[in-house]
């Protein structure tokens, strides 16, 4: 079974904008956009979309590009965006921006180039010198990064290469996705005791759950195994892409050696990954001995709660299950129930909160909940726990004693904490476990404090309060454009009246 259930993210790009932009989205739909994808790993994505604010000034701000402003923003000024919002180009010399972008995304570096040198040559006619010489330059970066990223494949048009290893009971599937002859992206899928189960069967699960996502279907799949009835497959995915799709086991040439490569893949995996699964298994082993629980912990879930003197605290868990994180599952919860800096309480708000919600949807409990801290948090924990009548999961604290350099075990029962041992794999998991928990509450935090710390520099300025502020937040995009902003564009925001706009002028400018 496929276990990964993610959206995988794609770049849209919608043409028929006046000035259209490139966004990430997670979802297809049918709404005459260009869609690229998908980027796996997400790193994939990141990297494109750096490339392009490199190459094309194509504007990646949130303002109405349908209207006029009186300044641009920081990404004009320093050559990344070519000015829509102030008239510096026109819709059409924008569109011709955005027929490269179009161009490099479906890897046609060929035509980008043509494409790119002809505007080059047409603004040097015009004796626009210094427009010649910007894309000159992204000219030269782009033959930069043509040169690192054409990789071992010359093969042209979409393809996805999926190579299957198995090393003993285990299973490992790796997808290489091929776009323009590119490698955009990977994806690795690690199979537990698939004893009995055909790679046929294997490769077939995958194609049918993968491909019955929201995802971009290639025009050519490559395995390493003949399956059958693979016409009536073809036929399908063909369907799901609106237009033709082909299954091809390849026996010699560029394409047999794109499945050499994705073999390879899989066999370091399978590697990196049966490493990994003895750890794993003595890890949870130990847990299951350690705290004297009924089984060995397949789902474990951790908490934390991030604050700094009660202001903006946030609790989150993350989920564990058998062997790797579930962010799906992640959930992040902001303190309503608490005023000031009371961890014990924030911590019971959250867990009844979390499991509340997890018996009203009839959701699997876990077999184990690590509480990051000590005993008065633990008890918070176990309060709520015992409020829902909730019985027989383990529950523990984990956290450094005063003074004291290593973690420590709260259980239950024991007023004393349980010292640790630092080389044992169940430490190791549970201090893993622990820190992913820590890491993803202390994000949020930060994220929530950047917002509020924009909001409060409109603090105490007459006339505008909460509802305005986020208002002109999200109109304007952040404090520095708003500053940048004349008074008919303040007054042209949304909820402003021409009074607030002068004031507000007025306070910004002191």
């Known amino acids: ?10 770049l849209r790009l919608y043409e028929e904008d006046k000035f259209p932009r490139i966004e990430v989205v997670r979802r297809i739909k049918h709404d005459n956009a260009l869609y690229f994808g998908p980027y796996v790993p997400v790193g994939a994505m990141r990297e494109t979309l750096r490339l392009l604010k490199r190459i094309f000034p194509l504007a990646t701000c949130k303002l109405d590009l349908n209207r006029k402003y009186e300044r641009a923003c920081i990404e004009y000024e320093i050559g990344r965006c070519a000015g829509p919002c102030i008239g510096v180009i026109s ?45 000159r330059d992204s000219i030269l970066r782009l033959e930069r990064v043509v040169e690192r990223q054409r990789i071992v494949s010359a093969e042209a048009g979409d393809k996805d290469v999926i190579g299957l290893v198995r090393e003993g009971v285990n299973a490992d599937l790796q997808v290489l996705f091929f776009r323009g002859g590119m490698l955009v992206g990977r994806k690795d899928i690690f199979y537990e005791k698939t004893v009995g189960i055909a790679d046929e069967e294997i490769l077939l699960s995958f194609i049918e759950q993968f491909y019955s996502r929201d995802v971009l279907i290639p025009s050519e799949v490559l395995i390493q195994t003949r399956i059958s009835d693979v016409e009536l497959l073809e036929k399908w995915l063909s369907e799901r892409r609106n ?48 705290f004297d629980l009924p089984l060995i912990p397949d789902k474990i879930e951790a908490f934390d709660i991030s604050n700094i003197l009660g202001a903006e605290a946030v609790g989150s868990v993350v989920v564990w299950e058998r062997g790797r994180f579930r962010k799906d599952e992640y959930r ?24 509340s919600r997890i018996i009203k949807e009839g959701a699997e409990l876990p077999d184990l909940i690590i509480i990051d801290g000590g005993k008065g948090q633990l008890n918070a924990a176990i309060a709520a726990l015992e409020g829902l009548n909730i019985k027989d999961i383990g529950i523990i604290g984990l956290a450094k004693a005063k003074d004291e350099k290593e973690d420590r075990v709260y259980l239950p029962d024991m007023p004393i904490p349980v010292e640790l041992d630092v080389k044992s794999p169940g430490t190791h998991l ?75 002028y007025v306070e910004l400018h002191k």
């Open 1 to 10: 079974i496929l276990r990964d259930d993610k959206n995988y993210p794609f």
């Open 91 to 135: 819709e059409d010399g924008y569109k011709k921006i955005v027929k490269d972008v179009r161009l490099f995304l479906e890897g046609r570096d060929k035509d980008l180039m043509r494409s790119m040198k002809r505007r080059m040559n047409e603004e040097a006619e015009r004796l626009n010198f210094e427009e010649a010489a910007k894309i």
């Open 243 to 290: 237009g033709k799709v082909s299954i091809t086991v390849p026996q010699r040439g560029k394409k047999a050696g794109m499945l050499r490569l994705a073999i390879e893949n899989a066999q370091e995996a399978i590697k990196s990954h049966g490493k990994k699964g003895e750890e794993k298994d003595k890890g949870v082993e130990e847990l299951q001995q350690m």
């Open 332 to 355: 992040h919860f902001k303190i309503k129930g608490v005023t000031g800096a009371d961890d014990f309480a924030m911590m019971q708000e959250v867990v009844q909160r979390r499991y």
């Open 430 to 504: 549970l201090q893993h476990i622990r820190d992913e928990a820590h890491r993803f509450a202390i994000s949020h935090h930060r994220k929530l404090r950047g917002k509020e710390a924009m909001l409060s520099a409109l603090d105490n300025i007459k006339g505008i309060g909460r509802a305005r502020k986020l208002a002109l937040l999200k109109y304007f995009g952040s404090v520095e454009s708003l500053k940048k902003a004349g008074i008919e564009e303040l007054i042209k925001a949304p909820k402003m009246t021409e009074k607030a706009a002068k004031e507000l």
